[in-house]
């Protein structure tokens, strides 16, 4: 017996031309609609390595601190002089509101599905699988503008080190395709878990910049005519304190970036290490790490939020926040620079490209996450999209198509970027404020429902003050839903059974029959009559020329949500005014049928035959029917969904209707 897992290759065999090498290589590797894949998010395997909170910690925080590279900038921009003030309104956010949210997400959701499937949960059929898609287009606006930006910010340390050779003045765009192709050939290659690689970023990355937050504190202390500056604009500019107060309050969702990584936080609890007594159905361990790990990243990043935002709003002169200034996008690099010297200011420029293409592999490793968890489970992705490398190549070029629309602009990826991280965590809001109204937790309700509609407002303020990110997510939403709409429709006539099991009672009808044909009859199970059942079975005999020896079953297929694509079916064998009846519940008629017919065939041995009556009404009104309540054209349906399973027409079930 060899271990091999497939023979070995036939060395005369001819290698496989072009086209199909193409196929193959593009195919191959990292698939499957659980959302498991190599890379920062993975979900990993029972028998795969866990790791610390802490070290899970630097995984989730590559995207998590990365935000600084830019963050502070961005805040300087928004807000002026009164950045510190809304980034301490923010800080109160993150504590207060996002860090209660998702620590009760990692309870409720702790394989690692976050708020989405929460909500997809206590949101079933097309409504719920609608509000999912809108919301993975929310995601996909996340993750893409993660990638895109971070690339950005990366080239803007890149070009604008004192050391860096003169030609690439002006080639942020090159520089940031560059970095995004880089990206891509890594995940085509093949990513692996490299979570020391995460801890070694984010430790050196949190000391040069707890160096840089030290050195230049101190500096602000010490000659305070700039802190006096700071102060003097603050209250020239607003005056009453009331009002500095209401505008901070106004400003903040300006500074939204700052509450990324909460939604990437729980996508890799998967990867922490949990207690011996852990179940599957309930780890403790791991959620109890989980917390620890979200409410420790959320204190230190807020230290450093509040930290910077005061440190470069005082020290950095308002006109190089602009575009085309020294501190746009890069302000933290900019002081490491003035205060630290070259050398001190090229490695931070260094760790910080460093932790931003890893935050960008992160968003990616989300997307092929995210992408093969619900789209295919659905019916609405194509076949590929279950295979790694063609998502990838995909993502590349949406993620090249972003750069050049917005020519690598930091600021203004900015927009977009907050308005994927905000839906998304005021979803995880209204998620558990609904958990917690269907446990009847009448103080946690409130609680939460106080947070979302803080969330909302945030979110709504935030499209209105930067409305190209509900642009750029509306984008993303259209493409989505039409690719999946089309794709479903193309898929409609697929089995979709994962598996069919028969009850003994099932089987005990079958026995009677040894050498002959099977022979089904089609009934709606809404007319559970005597009369309907006698009925039919007359009907099929007269019409359909149903052989009088044959002692006929009846199969009925009782839709319960039309909207499900992949699902398991059990056959119950009954009896109902003495009519031996196979009861079956799907999503949708014509293929349960098939699929039913199918197993028949292969448990038994016997060629089933089924029979049908035509369905009445408009064809097109029935082929929509179908398509989204799975009913309509029953007959010829089900004999297209057997043609397409059995390309034999010797082996196929036979379809009669009259």
Same mark, same amino acid.
């Given at each position: 017996m060899t271990t091999l897992s497939r023979?070995?290759?036939?060395?005369?065999?001819?290698?496989?031309?072009?086209?199909?090498?193409?196929?193959?290589?593009?195919?191959?590797?990292?698939?499957?609609?659980?959302?498991?894949?190599?890379?920062?998010?993975?979900?990993?395997?029972?028998?795969?390595?866990?790791?610390?909170w802490w070290q899970v910690m630097c995984l989730t925080g590559v995207d998590y601190f990365s935000t600084l590279g830019y963050q502070p900038a961005i805040a300087a921009l928004a807000a002026g002089a009164i950045s510190p003030l809304a980034t301490m309104v923010l800080v109160a956010v993150t504590l207060f509101g996002a860090l209660p949210v998702y620590r009760r997400v990692a309870g409720e959701s702790h394989r690692g599905e976050g708020s989405i499937a929460m909500l997809e949960r206590l949101l079933p059929r097309w409504g719920g699988k609608l509000f999912?898609?809108?919301?993975?287009g929310f995601a996909a606006t996340d993750f893409m503008i993660t990638m895109t930006l971070s690339a950005a910010d990366a080239s803007a340390h890149l070009i604008q080190n004192p050391i860096a050779p003169g030609w690439l003045q002006g080639q942020n &765009? =090159?520089?940031? #395709?560059? !970095?995004? +192709?880089?990206?891509?050939? $890594?995940? /085509? *290659?093949?990513?692996?878990?490299?979570?020391?690689?995460?801890?070694?970023? &984010? =430790?050196?990355? #949190?000391? !040069?910049? +707890?160096?840089?937050?030290? $050195?230049? /504190? *101190?500096?602000?202390?010490?000659?305070?005519?700039?802190?006096?500056?700071?102060?003097?604009?603050?209250?020239?500019?607003?005056?009453?304190?009331?009002? $500095?107060?209401?505008?901070?309050?106004?400003?903040?969702?300006?500074?939204?970036?700052?509450?990324?990584?909460?939604?990437?936080?729980?996508?890799?609890?998967?990867?922490?290490?949990?207690?011996?007594?852990?179940?599957?159905?309930?780890?403790?361990?791991?959620?109890?790490?989980?917390?620890?790990?979200?409410?420790?990243?959320?204190?230190?990043?807020?230290?450093?939020?509040?930290?910077?935002?005061?440190?470069?709003v005082v020290l950095i002169p308002a006109q190089e926040f602009e575009p085309g200034?020294?501190?746009?996008?890069?302000?933290?690099?900019?002081?490491?620079?003035?205060?630290?010297?070259?050398?001190?200011?090229?490695?931070?420029?260094?760790?910080?490209?460093?932790?931003?293409?890893?935050?960008g592999a992160s968003a990616m490793a989300g997307l092929?996450?995210?992408?093969?968890?619900?789209?295919?489970?659905?019916?609405?992705?194509?076949?590929?999209?279950?295979?790694?490398r063609p998502l990838v190549l995909v993502f590349t070029l949406v993620g090249f198509l972003i750069t050049f629309l917005f020519d690598a602009d930091v600021d203004a990826q900015g927009g977009a970027y907050a308005t994927g991280v905000l839906v998304l965590m005021t979803s995880a809001a209204v998620a558990v404020t609904l958990s917690a109204r269907r446990?009847?937790?009448?103080?946690?309700?409130?609680?939460?429902?106080?947070?979302?509609?803080?969330?909302?407002?945030?979110?709504?303020?935030n499209m209105f003050e930067?409305?190209?990110?509900?642009?750029?997510?509306?984008?993303?939403?259209?493409?989505?839903?039409?690719?999946?709409?089309?794709?479903?429709?193309?898929?409609?006539?697929?089995?979709?059974?994962?598996?069919?099991?028969?009850?003994?009672?099932?089987?005990?009808f079958m026995s009677s029959t040894l050498d002959g044909p099977i022979a089904i009859i089609a009934h709606e199970p809404l007319r559970l009559t005597a009369e309907a059942y006698r009925n039919k079975l007359t009907s099929a005999i007269e019409v359909?020329?149903?052989?009088?020896?044959?002692?006929?079953?009846?199969?009925?297929?009782?839709?319960?949500?039309?909207?499900?694509?992949?699902?398991?079916?059990?056959?119950?064998?009954?009896?109902?005014?003495?009519?031996?009846?196979?009861?079956?519940?799907?999503?949708?008629?014509?293929?349960?049928?098939?699929?039913?017919?199918?197993?028949?065939?292969?448990?038994?041995?016997l060629m089933p035959h089924i029979y049908f009556r035509w369905t009445e009404g408009n064809p097109v009104t029935n082929l929509l029917r179908f398509l989204f309540l799975g009913e309509g054209e029953i007959a010829p349906v089900t004999r297209e969904v057997l043609r397409e399973a059995e390309p034999d027409v010797t082996k196929r079930p036979w379809v009669h209707v009259g």
């Open positions: 023979p070995p290759a036939d060395p005369s065999t001819p290698p496989p031309g072009g086209k199909a090498a193409l196929r193959n290589w593009l195919l191959f590797g990292l698939q499957d609609s659980k959302g498991t894949h190599q890379g920062p998010g993975g979900v990993t395997t029972a028998h795969e390595k866990k790791h610390s999912v898609l809108i919301l993975l &765009v =090159v520089v940031t #395709l560059f !970095l995004l +192709a880089l990206l891509a050939a $890594v995940f /085509l *290659r093949g990513f692996r878990e490299a979570i020391g690689v995460a801890v070694a970023l &984010v =430790v050196l990355y #949190l000391g !040069l910049n +707890a160096v840089v937050v030290v $050195v230049t /504190l *101190r500096e602000v202390f010490t000659h305070p005519v700039d802190l006096g500056d700071w102060w003097t604009t603050l209250w020239t500019s607003h005056g009453d304190p009331l009002m $500095v107060v209401a505008i901070a309050l106004l400003v903040f969702p300006k500074l939204a970036l700052g509450l990324s990584g909460f939604e990437t936080g729980v996508a890799v609890m998967p990867q922490v290490r949990g207690d011996e007594a852990d179940t599957a159905e309930n780890p403790a361990g791991r959620i109890r790490g989980t917390r620890r790990m979200l409410t420790t990243a959320a204190v230190i990043m807020s230290g450093f939020l509040i930290a910077t935002s005061f440190i470069t200034g020294q501190a746009n996008g890069r302000a933290l690099a900019f002081l490491a620079h003035e205060y630290l010297g070259v050398e001190f200011g090229t490695v931070y420029d260094i760790s910080t490209i460093a932790i931003l293409w890893f935050a092929l996450n995210l992408v093969p968890r619900y789209l295919p489970r659905y019916g609405m992705a194509p076949g590929w999209a279950k295979a790694v446990r009847k937790q009448r103080k946690r309700t409130i609680g939460f429902g106080a947070i979302s509609v803080v969330f909302t407002y945030t979110t709504i303020a930067r409305p190209e990110g509900i642009r750029i997510a509306g984008v993303f939403i259209l493409g989505i839903i039409v690719i999946s709409l089309l794709s479903r429709i193309r898929r409609s006539f697929e089995l979709h059974a994962t598996h069919v099991h028969l009850d003994r009672q099932a089987l005990e359909s020329h149903l052989p009088l020896e044959h002692e006929a079953l009846f199969l009925e297929v009782v839709v319960e949500d039309s909207s499900d694509f992949e699902t398991e079916l059990r056959v119950n064998g009954v009896s109902r005014h003495g009519y031996r009846v196979l009861e079956v519940h799907g999503p949708v008629v014509p293929n349960t049928i098939a699929s039913v017919l199918l197993h028949i065939r292969d448990v038994t041995g």
